[in-house]
């Protein structure tokens, strides 16, 4: 499950940025993905209210940690939240 960490597209990211990520894989563990929505904003937010922010590739990359074996039908749900997400990420932005 947690073989993301090792991930060669961790190894360029920001310390900072890996442990908010490490903290929000930890709690959206076993969370479906219509649970998951409150996670990624708050995570976001945090990071933003510190003036961390994520860019595109990275969000990209929590989404796919978030869809780790998850069922075709959870990670549907998942890309559907992380759209409503970004959406309303940019509506902020």
Not at 26 to 38: R, V
């Amino acid at each position: 499950m947690n073989d993301w960490i090792n991930s060669p597209l961790l190894k360029d990211i920001d310390p900072v940025k890996l442990e908010l990520i490490k903290m929000a894989a930890s709690q959206t563990s076993g969370k479906s993905g219509k649970d998951l929505a409150p996670v990624m904003l708050a995570l976001i937010t945090s990071a933003n209210k510190k003036g961390i922010r994520f860019t595109a590739e990275e969000i990209q990359l929590i989404l796919e940690i978030l869809k780790d074996g998850k069922s075709a039908e959870e990670q549907a749900q998942i890309e559907r939240t992380m759209n409503m997400v970004k959406s309303l990420l940019l509506k902020k932005g």
